[in-house]
Protein backbone atom coordinates (compact mmCIF):
# COMPACT_ATOMS: atom_id res chain seq x y z
CA UNK A 1 0.00 0.00 0.00
CA UNK A 2 1.03 3.66 -0.93
CA UNK A 3 2.52 5.47 1.83
CA UNK A 4 3.46 8.97 3.06
CA UNK A 5 6.56 10.03 1.25
CA UNK A 6 8.33 13.15 2.10
CA UNK A 7 11.46 15.13 0.33
CA UNK A 8 14.23 15.25 0.93
CA UNK A 9 14.75 12.69 3.32
CA UNK A 10 18.11 14.81 4.50
CA UNK A 11 19.08 18.50 4.21
CA UNK A 12 21.68 20.25 5.12
CA UNK A 13 21.61 24.29 5.89
CA UNK A 14 23.49 26.76 7.22
CA UNK A 15 21.97 29.33 9.97
CA UNK A 16 19.74 32.15 8.14
CA UNK A 17 19.51 30.22 5.10
CA UNK A 18 15.69 29.04 4.09
CA UNK A 19 14.38 25.00 3.62
CA UNK A 20 11.48 23.47 2.40
CA UNK A 21 10.32 20.17 2.94
CA UNK A 22 7.59 18.28 0.75
CA UNK A 23 5.09 15.78 1.77
CA UNK A 24 2.62 13.48 -0.76
CA UNK A 25 -0.23 12.37 1.69
CA UNK A 26 -1.48 8.99 1.21
CA UNK A 27 -4.08 9.01 -1.53
CA UNK A 28 -7.18 9.64 -0.72
CA UNK A 29 -6.42 11.04 2.74
CA UNK A 30 -8.18 14.05 3.37
CA UNK A 31 -5.75 15.52 6.21
CA UNK A 32 -1.95 16.50 6.72
CA UNK A 33 -0.01 16.98 9.46
CA UNK A 34 3.53 18.78 10.50
CA UNK A 35 5.33 17.02 13.38
CA UNK A 36 8.89 18.15 14.84
CA UNK A 37 11.36 16.23 16.69
CA UNK A 38 14.05 16.98 18.54
CA UNK A 39 16.59 14.32 19.40
CA UNK A 40 15.55 12.67 22.59
CA UNK A 41 12.12 14.47 22.43
CA UNK A 42 8.88 13.29 21.43
CA UNK A 43 7.32 14.20 17.78
CA UNK A 44 5.88 17.93 18.46
CA UNK A 45 2.46 19.10 16.40
CA UNK A 46 3.32 22.24 14.04
CA UNK A 47 0.60 22.37 11.66
CA UNK A 48 -2.30 20.51 9.76
CA UNK A 49 -4.45 20.98 7.07
CA UNK A 50 -7.52 19.63 5.78
CA UNK A 51 -9.04 19.55 2.30
CA UNK A 52 -6.14 22.06 1.65
CA UNK A 53 -7.53 24.12 4.22
CA UNK A 54 -5.35 25.48 7.44
CA UNK A 55 -7.04 23.46 10.14
CA UNK A 56 -4.84 23.56 13.61
CA UNK A 57 -1.80 24.87 14.58
CA UNK A 58 0.72 24.06 17.44
CA UNK A 59 4.26 24.87 18.40
CA UNK A 60 5.29 26.39 14.95
CA UNK A 61 7.41 29.17 14.78
CA UNK A 62 6.64 32.65 12.81
CA UNK A 63 9.45 31.72 10.92
CA UNK A 64 7.84 28.88 9.85
CA UNK A 65 4.51 28.95 7.17
CA UNK A 66 3.56 25.79 5.16
CA UNK A 67 0.71 25.04 2.69
CA UNK A 68 -1.47 22.09 1.34
CA UNK A 69 -1.75 22.17 -2.91
CA UNK A 70 -4.74 21.60 -5.12
CA UNK A 71 -2.66 17.47 -5.26
CA UNK A 72 -3.05 17.42 -1.58
CA UNK A 73 1.16 17.43 -1.28
CA UNK A 74 2.08 19.58 1.38
CA UNK A 75 4.96 22.23 1.91
CA UNK A 76 6.63 23.17 4.98
CA UNK A 77 8.61 26.55 4.83
CA UNK A 78 11.41 27.37 7.14
CA UNK A 79 13.01 30.71 6.98
CA UNK A 80 15.83 32.46 8.92
CA UNK A 81 17.49 29.00 10.08
CA UNK A 82 18.18 28.70 13.90
CA UNK A 83 20.53 25.61 15.03
CA UNK A 84 17.88 25.09 17.16
CA UNK A 85 15.43 23.95 14.04
CA UNK A 86 17.58 20.92 13.59
CA UNK A 87 15.33 17.81 14.01
CA UNK A 88 13.31 15.54 12.05
CA UNK A 89 10.52 16.71 10.74
CA UNK A 90 7.79 13.75 9.97
CA UNK A 91 4.56 14.54 7.60
CA UNK A 92 1.84 12.45 8.72
CA UNK A 93 -1.29 12.04 6.85
CA UNK A 94 -4.77 10.58 8.05
CA UNK A 95 -8.55 10.25 6.56
CA UNK A 96 -11.12 12.16 9.24
CA UNK A 97 -14.74 11.15 10.08
CA UNK A 98 -16.80 10.18 8.69
CA UNK A 99 -15.33 8.38 5.77
CA UNK A 100 -12.42 7.60 7.89
CA UNK A 101 -10.83 7.73 11.75
CA UNK A 102 -8.39 9.57 12.84
CA UNK A 103 -5.31 7.33 12.92
CA UNK A 104 -2.55 8.86 11.61
CA UNK A 105 0.43 7.64 8.94
CA UNK A 106 3.92 9.10 9.50
CA UNK A 107 6.20 9.48 6.63
CA UNK A 108 10.14 8.46 7.12
CA UNK A 109 10.46 12.08 7.82
CA UNK A 110 13.37 14.62 6.62
CA UNK A 111 15.89 15.37 9.00
CA UNK A 112 17.06 18.84 8.80
CA UNK A 113 20.97 20.01 10.54
CA UNK A 114 21.52 23.97 10.07
CA UNK A 115 25.06 24.67 10.91
CA UNK B 1 2.95 18.06 34.34
CA UNK B 2 2.90 16.40 31.06
CA UNK B 3 -0.48 15.54 29.80
CA UNK B 4 0.26 12.29 28.27
CA UNK B 5 2.63 10.37 30.44
CA UNK B 6 4.77 7.05 30.15
CA UNK B 7 7.09 5.23 32.20
CA UNK B 8 10.31 5.98 30.26
CA UNK B 9 11.69 2.83 30.81
CA UNK B 10 13.99 0.86 29.77
CA UNK B 11 12.05 -2.61 30.02
CA UNK B 12 14.40 -5.26 29.52
CA UNK B 13 12.55 -8.17 29.19
CA UNK B 14 13.79 -11.88 27.56
CA UNK B 15 12.13 -13.38 24.61
CA UNK B 16 8.91 -15.30 25.02
CA UNK B 17 7.88 -12.86 28.24
CA UNK B 18 5.52 -10.77 28.82
CA UNK B 19 5.33 -7.09 29.51
CA UNK B 20 2.84 -3.85 30.07
CA UNK B 21 2.79 -0.48 29.62
CA UNK B 22 0.51 2.06 31.21
CA UNK B 23 0.02 5.59 30.30
CA UNK B 24 -1.71 8.38 31.77
CA UNK B 25 -3.67 11.24 30.22
CA UNK B 26 -4.79 14.39 31.66
CA UNK B 27 -7.47 15.91 29.72
CA UNK B 28 -10.50 14.14 30.31
CA UNK B 29 -11.89 15.76 26.96
CA UNK B 30 -9.92 13.41 25.20
CA UNK B 31 -11.33 11.55 22.12
CA UNK B 32 -9.25 9.09 20.62
CA UNK B 33 -6.48 7.05 22.26
CA UNK B 34 -3.57 4.87 20.09
CA UNK B 35 0.03 3.24 20.61
CA UNK B 36 2.26 3.97 17.81
CA UNK B 37 6.22 2.29 17.94
CA UNK B 38 9.41 4.01 16.72
CA UNK B 39 12.28 2.66 15.99
CA UNK B 40 15.25 4.85 16.37
CA UNK B 41 15.53 7.76 13.81
CA UNK B 42 13.03 6.24 12.31
CA UNK B 43 8.99 7.43 11.96
CA UNK B 44 6.08 6.31 14.40
CA UNK B 45 4.20 3.56 12.95
CA UNK B 46 0.54 2.83 14.23
CA UNK B 47 0.30 -0.39 16.24
CA UNK B 48 -3.07 0.12 17.11
CA UNK B 49 -5.93 2.31 17.92
CA UNK B 50 -7.30 2.11 21.63
CA UNK B 51 -11.09 1.27 22.28
CA UNK B 52 -13.18 1.58 25.37
CA UNK B 53 -13.90 -2.18 25.12
CA UNK B 54 -10.87 -3.26 24.46
CA UNK B 55 -8.97 -4.30 21.55
CA UNK B 56 -6.73 -7.28 20.46
CA UNK B 57 -4.11 -7.69 17.72
CA UNK B 58 -2.11 -10.98 17.96
CA UNK B 59 0.00 -10.55 20.88
CA UNK B 60 -0.81 -7.22 20.98
CA UNK B 61 -3.89 -5.95 23.66
CA UNK B 62 -4.88 -2.51 24.62
CA UNK B 63 -6.94 -1.64 27.22
CA UNK B 64 -9.14 1.91 27.81
CA UNK B 65 -10.05 3.20 31.34
CA UNK B 66 -11.42 6.70 30.65
CA UNK B 67 -12.67 6.56 34.57
CA UNK B 68 -9.12 6.73 35.64
CA UNK B 69 -7.77 7.79 32.57
CA UNK B 70 -5.31 5.41 31.62
CA UNK B 71 -4.04 3.37 28.43
CA UNK B 72 -2.30 0.25 28.63
CA UNK B 73 -0.69 -2.35 25.92
CA UNK B 74 0.33 -5.61 26.73
CA UNK B 75 2.96 -8.00 24.81
CA UNK B 76 2.91 -11.11 25.23
CA UNK B 77 5.71 -13.36 23.96
CA UNK B 78 7.94 -10.57 23.80
CA UNK B 79 10.26 -11.29 20.00
CA UNK B 80 13.25 -9.55 19.81
CA UNK B 81 11.75 -7.56 16.86
CA UNK B 82 9.25 -5.89 19.48
CA UNK B 83 12.07 -3.72 20.65
CA UNK B 84 11.47 -0.39 19.93
CA UNK B 85 9.80 2.89 21.69
CA UNK B 86 6.36 2.55 22.74
CA UNK B 87 4.24 6.06 22.28
CA UNK B 88 0.99 6.48 23.78
CA UNK B 89 -1.11 8.89 21.91
CA UNK B 90 -4.00 10.92 22.69
CA UNK B 91 -6.14 13.01 20.29
CA UNK B 92 -8.16 15.86 22.18
CA UNK B 93 -10.19 18.63 20.97
CA UNK B 94 -9.55 21.86 22.92
CA UNK B 95 -12.98 23.00 23.86
CA UNK B 96 -11.78 27.02 23.88
CA UNK B 97 -10.29 26.95 20.07
CA UNK B 98 -12.06 23.80 19.23
CA UNK B 99 -8.23 22.72 17.88
CA UNK B 100 -7.83 19.34 17.54
CA UNK B 101 -4.31 17.99 18.62
CA UNK B 102 -2.44 14.49 18.73
CA UNK B 103 -0.26 14.45 21.63
CA UNK B 104 2.63 12.23 22.31
CA UNK B 105 4.05 10.44 25.15
CA UNK B 106 7.42 10.55 25.69
CA UNK B 107 7.92 6.67 25.13
CA UNK B 108 8.37 3.41 26.93
CA UNK B 109 11.83 2.01 25.46
CA UNK B 110 11.06 -2.07 25.47
CA UNK B 111 14.48 -4.24 25.30
CA UNK B 112 13.82 -7.48 24.53
CA UNK B 113 16.89 -10.20 25.01
CA UNK B 114 17.80 -13.10 23.57
Known amino acids: AAGVIQSPRHLIKEKRETATLKCYPI?????VYWYQQGPGQDPQFLIS???????DKGSIPDRFSAQQFSDYHSELNMSSLELGDSALYFC??????????????FGPGTRLTVT | RKEVEQDPGPFNVPEGATVAFNCTYS??????FFWYRQDCRKEPKLLMSVYSSGNEDGRFTAQLNRASQYISLLIRDSKLSDSATYLC???????????????FGSGTRLQVQP
Open chain 2, 89 to 103: VVSSRDLDTGRRALT
Open chain 2, 27 to 32: NSASQS
Open chain 1, 49 to 55: FYEKMQS
Open chain 1, 27 to 31: PRHDT
Open chain 1, 92 to 105: ASSLNPPRGSYEQY
